[in-house]
């Protein structure tokens, strides 16, 4: 017998639980942590204001990214403004550092659709609420750059959960088979809704996954901001480069609830959520940053003013927003309204005519 072929899957972290580096990776750029650490920052006190907006009755269902603040912050700030995010529901703080405004956010959650009208990269995907058939999307987008010969990179960002829908294998075969620039970066925050990670899969690690499709698969600490900057970046200089996609695994831990329609209470235990505190990301970075004389008290007291005056500003604004009218229900779904929508228009339209009188 011998061995047809043999593979691996490399982990990394560089900062650890208490933000010291054992090893920074090479040319390691210690000032640019802080903006990404502000951005963190900003992106935790804006989960907390729109899950208190929606315990008001003035945000529908939202979804937290507590926790996963270094994973989405991270990957978005080694990417360029013209590479293309393909993203889920939960990259709060990806959105937020490439330009998303918050009161979009918000509209967004409220259900109102001109929160799709990003002030961001206007390439960049919607929010894709159903689950994974946004990669396929993606494999689209590089095959699109690859033929145009540009070098722009597609970044698909899912959720531990979504590697076992066959739209995620389908996306990574042709992305492999056709070398296409496309990064696949699974956040694996343990829970998929209910459902823990060995529920979800009998494999080792979700990198792993890459191996079938003839993809490298590599993981990382995702509670660690410079592990994350430093193996997205790597996977985006390959892809850029002409070498092909590559499937970046960022071990995280969502500290929340799923979605403030759900309660993870009744499926994990307070030691696992407790436990999981004590290697939450903005303290690691935190810590990073002060022993590096980067970061000060007074720097984050003025941080935390400053994130507060932004969140009422822009609750102000999202709360002023005049709603649309009924008839946006139907306007944006075809160029040329089908009969039986005509007539259903109508009625929306005189009905708001009637409330207004």
Request: with cysteine; net charge negative.
């Amino acid at each position: 017998m011998k061995t047809a072929a043999q593979f691996s899957v490399s982990y990394h972290q560089f900062l650890n639980a208490k933000g010291a580096l054992a090893e920074p990776p090479p040319g390691l750029d210690l000032p640019a942590l802080v903006p990404v650490y502000r951005t963190m920052a900003f992106t935790r006190a804006f989960d907390a204001r729109a899950v208190a907006l929606q315990r008001t009755g003035q945000l529908r269902t939202f979804p937290s990214s507590l926790g996963e603040e270094a994973a989405t912050v991270g990957l978005a700030s080694v990417m360029r403004p013209d590479d293309v995010l393909l993203p889920t529901y939960r990259e709060t703080g990806a959105f937020l550092w490439r330009g998303v405004t918050p009161v979009e956010i918000f509209l967004y959650w409220a259900g109102d659709e001109r929160g799709s009208a990003i002030a961001g990269p206007r390439g960049d995907f919607p929010i894709s609420v159903p689950i994974a058939s946004h990669c396929g999307h993606a494999t689209g987008v590089a095959a699109a750059f690859q033929y145009r010969k540009e070098a722009r990179v597609a970044v698909c960002v899912l959720g531990d959960g979504a590697t076992s829908k066959g739209d995620f294998y389908e996306a990574v075969n042709l992305a492999g088979v056709w070398r296409l620039p496309a990064v696949f970066v699974v956040i694996n925050n343990r829970w998929a809704i209910s459902v823990p990670a060995a529920r979800q899969t009998a494999c080792a690690t979700f990198a792993q996954k890459a191996i079938a499709g003839g993809v490298p698969g590599v993981q990382a600490d995702g509670n660690d901001a410079v592990a994350v900057r430093h193996v997205v970046g790597q996977a985006l200089e390959r892809a850029r480069s002409g070498e092909g996609p590559t499937v970046v695994e960022l071990l995280s831990y969502r500290l929340t609830d799923h979605t403030t329609a759900d309660d993870a209470r009744r499926y994990r235990s307070a030691d696992e959520v407790s436990a999981a505190w004590a290697e939450e990301p903005l303290a690691r970075l935190r810590a990073l940053l002060a022993r590096e004389g980067l970061w000060t008290k007074a720097d984050e007291e003025a941080l935390i003013a400053d994130n507060q005056a932004r969140l009422e500003a822009a609750v102000a604004d999202y709360l002023a927003t005049p709603p649309q009218p009924l008839t946006s229900m139907v306007d944006y779904l075809y160029a040329e309204l089908p009969a039986e929508l005509v007539a259903q228009r109508a009625e929306l339209a005189a009905r708001e005519g009637g409330h207004h009188g």
